[in-house]
Each structure stands twice: as structure tokens, then as C-alpha cells.
């Protein structure tokens, strides 16, 4: 167990839609991350989030949006969904932002989004 | 951000020792090697990471060449819940993020 939470861990919705992923992060990370993991895509970033404020951007989707709340939970909303989208979402968090030695990220087991 | 080079599968003998290579010729001063494993469609695991010197800790060594160009993970006696993908990343020194090519699946046979 990574310490970072997932829900829902399914979800099946139809095409044109909206959902939202949500995510809490490791106790005392400050850093959350979003991925997406589809079967012809490989594990792609889409963005980062420290202390509230966005960090880096991936290869996010316009029609995607995230956001990391004052207690640190982060959320990833989908719209518009296309049958394109369904895929596996990881959510991830480290302690800070930067690269040093024990900023390591840790992994969530992910959300898996069908649309159909 | 560096790239990594790794074969596509390996096979290993349950009990034997995984030998894990990685290629990351382009990689900077000041850029970690990082480890992780996918078992099946959980999330990425991570294993262990290094920045010049070799590494060990419970689930694996890593040694990291003196060029630092390339490295290998070491699973000393494979199990076979090892079957896993594992990924070898070079970790962007801007952002802390982590970016995943193909990786190698590894099969641990019994």
C-alpha cells in the first residue's frame, strides 16, 4: 500500500459526459500527479500539482482540468468524454516539488475509466 | 529529459537472479535513475533509485556504471510475483516528474 488514495477505483459512463477522479495523497506529501495509462498510449503525464498551485503540464487534454484542494486532495475532471478517454488514471504524490534524493513519487492503483 | 533504452522482455528462472539492463547515454549531471515495476494494471511500484553510487535496499540493487550511460537492476532471487513490467526512468531535473517509455517485461518462469 503507497499511501495514495483512489476513488472510485471503476467507473463506467457514456460518451459526452463528465466525471471526476479523486485522489489524497500520501500523508505529508505536498505534490500530487496525474497519469494516464491507456493500452496504445503507454503511462503518459498529464499534470502536477504543488501546494495548490500547477506545477507542470503534460499531455493533458483541453477538456481535462485538475485542481489540488487546501487539504491537499487533488481532483481530475473529465468532459466531453470521447470513447478515446476510457483508460486507466493514476494519481501520485511526493513530498515536494523538485528533484533531490527521497523526493520519491509513489504510485495510487488508479481509477478505470470505460465510456461508452 | 534523458531517454532510456531497455529490451522489450527478458525471462528469468524462479529463484535465479534478474538481471535488468538500461541505456541512458544522454543523462545529466544531476539526473536519478529511477526504478519502478507494474504488476498486471496496478499502480507503478517503486523499486529503488541512484544517482552515481550503486544501490541496495530490500526489494533490489541497482548498479550504475562510472560513465553513469547505463545501469542494471539487480532482482537477486526471482519470485514469481516479480512478473511484472519495469520501467527504468531518468527523472527530469526540472520537475520532478517521471516519464515512462516501453519498459521491459520480465517473466519469471517456474
Known amino acids: 500500500d503507497s499511501g495514495v488514495t483512489q476513488t472510485p477505483k471503476h467507473l463506467i459512463t457514456a460518451t459526452g459526459q463528465r466525471v471526476t477522479l479523486r485522489c489524497s495523497p500520501r500523508?505529508?506529501?505536498?505534490?500530487v500527479y496525474w497519469y494516464q495509462q491507456s493500452l496504445d498510449q503507454g503511462l503518459q503525464f498529464l499534470i502536477q500539482?504543488?501546494?495548490?498551485?500547477?506545477?507542470a503540464k503534460g499531455n493533458i487534454l483541453e477538456r481535462f482540468s485538475a485542481q489540488q484542494f487546501p487539504d491537499l486532495h487533488s481532483e481530475l475532471n473529465l468532459s466531453s468524454l470521447e470513447l478515446g478517454d476510457s483508460a486507466l488514471y493514476f494519481c501520485?504524490?511526493?513530498?515536494?516539488?523538485?528533484?533531490?534524493?527521497?523526493?520519491?513519487?509513489?504510485f495510487g492503483e488508479g481509477s478505470w475509466l470505460t465510456v461508452v | 529529459d534523458a531517454k532510456t533504452t531497455q529490451p522489450p522482455s527478458m525471462d528469468c528462472a524462479e529463484g535465479r537472479a534478474a538481471n535488468l539492463p538500461c541505456n541512458h547515454s544522454?543523462?545529466?549531471?544531476?539526473?536519478?535513475v529511477y526504478w519502478y515495476r507494474q504488476i498486471h494494471s496496478q499502480g507503478p511500484q517503486y523499486i529503488i533509485h541512484?544517482?552515481?553510487n550503486n544501490e541496495t535496499n530490500e526489494m533490489a540493487s541497482l548498479i550504475i556504471t562510472e560513465d553513469r550511460k547505463s545501469s542494471t537492476l539487480i532482482l537477486p532471487h526471482a519470485t514469481l510475483r516479480d512478473t511484472a513490467v519495469y520501467y527504468c526512468?531518468?527523472?527530469?531535473?526540472?520537475?520532478?516528474?517521471?516519464?515512462f517509455g516501453t519498459g521491459t517485461r520480465l517473466t519469471v518462469i517456474p
Open positions: 501520485a504524490s511526493s513530498v515536494g516539488p523538485g528533484t533531490f534524493s527521497g523526493n520519491t513519487i509513489y
Open positions: 500523508s505529508g506529501d505536498l505534490s
Open positions: 500539482y504543488y501546494n495548490g498551485e500547477e506545477r
Open positions: 544522454t543523462i545529466s549531471g544531476n539526473e536519478y
Open positions: 541512484g544517482l552515481k
Open positions: 526512468i531518468v527523472k527530469s531535473r526540472v520537475t520532478n516528474n517521471l516519464f
